[in-house]
Each structure stands twice: as structure tokens, then as C-alpha cells.
């Protein structure tokens, strides 16, 4: 496997996350709870990129910004009802999931 760096969310219920974050292309790869009752710990990835989702209370703080770069900006725009705003460095637009950690988006450079 190739290096790569991937980030902790905190989220609340891992699968309605998981839902979320299917609307950006994100497609589970795999889930860990110890036992039943205790939080679950969800993979998702879309191609390279991977998100760990966790509802374990000590992995990381709500409110996280993460940047993504991707290919149809104004698809994600669309399934999501976002507006494109036009920034210095080229158009992005910002997201804020279900557990309040925030994504920015903006267009793959080629």
C-alpha cells in the first residue's frame, strides 16, 4: 500500500455519517465495534482518499475542517444545493456534515 495520511472525524452515529458522506462518493470499506453497546468505527474511502469515522469520544474533536479536491465540483454543488464561490486559488464550496465537521471543496487542479 502506498503512504497516506488518514483523518479521524468524530461523528455521533457512524452510519447515518456513512450515509452523509455517501452523497460525496465516499463508500464504506469496512466497520469495528469491540462488542455490541460500544461505539462503532467506520472506513470509508473514495478512490485514495479515506475518512475514519469514529464514535469513540476521545479520537478526535468535533468541528474538524478537511479539504477535498474533486474532479466535478459542480456535482457535489448540485446533489448538495451548495453554492460555488470563487476564491483566490480557484471555486470551492464548503460543506458542514450532520456532527458539525466541515469540508471545503474545491476543484482538482489538472
Known amino acids: 500500500m502506498a503512504e497516506q495520511l488518514t483523518p479521524f472525524l468524530r461523528v455521533e452515529d457512524a452510519n447515518a455519517s456513512t ?11 469496512w466497520e469495528h ?5 460500544l461505539p462503532l468505527f467506520v472506513c470509508v474511502a473514495r478512490g485514495p482518499m479515506q475518512l475514519f469515522l469514529s464514535e469513540h469520544h476521545g479520537d478526535a474533536r468535533p468541528g474538524t475542517l478537511l479539504y477535498l479536491h474533486v474532479n466535478d465540483l459542480q456535482a457535489v454543488a448540485a446533489e448538495f444545493g451548495a453554492a460555488v464561490e470563487e476564491a ?7 460543506l458542514t456534515d450532520p456532527d458539525g465537521n466541515r469540508l471545503r471543496i474545491g476543484a482538482a487542479q489538472p
Open 88 to 94: 483566490p486559488w480557484g471555486p470551492e464550496l464548503e
Open 19 to 29: 450515509a452523509w458522506y455517501a452523497r460525496l462518493g465516499f463508500v464504506k470499506q
Open 33 to 37: 465495534r469491540f462488542e455490541p453497546g
